[in-house]
């Protein structure tokens, strides 16, 4: 526990440390630009720097416990070692599960857009993640074919169903697609870190207390 702890402490704050600044750089000025063009007196936002970055820190540990326990179960079950790459795998598969299939079907949105209910995209999200997740598993840890084709099915199904849609978007200065594309990569790079730092520290620990055991015995 102590060594789960401990890499995903590391590899969630080093996340979301980054996360906050690609989107302090590349975001934040756009939701500025949206918030001007739709009240075009009203003042750029600004500010709550402590908050937006304790909850970009928060959101990291999260999910980085969440990922490298994940890892480390399904590490000890296969009998496979827990490293940077096999991180970087996972990391990939936490932004295909929680941003890029729920944003097949609902992008993300610039603040003040006019979307669908927010009780009927959060039901539509969370159905989204979770069918997404496990279809991911069946494929990978299925072993027959008929696993990987409900595996398959369950990750199709959200889609096939449609996303709740609201009205047609109104103007919004041509930032709505470079809004959504932005949002994804910085998902994909919280991701990434999250994944491939778990990975590395988790396999870095490791070796570190091997070699503490291995350590001969101080004499009496």
């Known amino acids: 526990m102590r060594r ?3 890499s995903a402490f590391a590899a969630g704050a080093g996340a979301g440390l980054l996360s906050y600044a690609i ?3 590349a975001l934040f000025p756009m939701i500025d630009r949206a918030e001007l063009l739709e009240h075009p007196a009203a003042m750029p936002a600004g500010g709550h720097l402590f908050y937006a970055v304790l909850a970009d820190l928060l959101a990291g540990i999260g999910f980085a416990l969440m990922l490298v326990a994940g890892m480390a179960l399904a590490a000890d079950r296969r009998g496979v070692a827990v490293d940077l790459r ?3 795998l996972w990391g990939a598969a936490g932004f ?4 890029l299939a729920p944003a097949l079907g609902l992008p ?3 603040p003040g857009a006019e979307t669908a209910g927010l009780a009927a995209r959060q039901l539509w999200w969370l159905g989204t993640a979770l069918a997404t997740a496990a279809g991911l ?3 990978v840890f299925g072993r027959r074919v008929v696993w990987r084709i409900a595996g398959v099915a369950a990750i199709l199904a959200p889609h096939l169903l449609g996303a709740p849609q609201g009205p047609a978007p109104g103007a919004s ?3 709505t697609s470079p809004f959504a594309l932005a949002s994804l990569a910085v998902s994909a790079v919280f991701w990434l870190v999250i994944g491939g730092g778990g990975g590395f520290f988790y396999d870095r620990l490791g070796a570190a207390a091997d070699r503490y055991a291995a350590r001969p015995a101080a004499p009496r």
Request: proline share 5%; aromatic share 10%.
């Open 96 to 99: 295909l599960v929680f941003a």
């Open 23 to 25: 989107q302090a750089a």
């Open 173 to 175: 200065g041509g930032l």
């Open 108 to 110: 993300p949105a610039l």
């Open 4 to 6: 789960i702890f401990c």
């Open 86 to 88: 096999r991180g970087l």
């Open 137 to 139: 598993a069946a494929i």
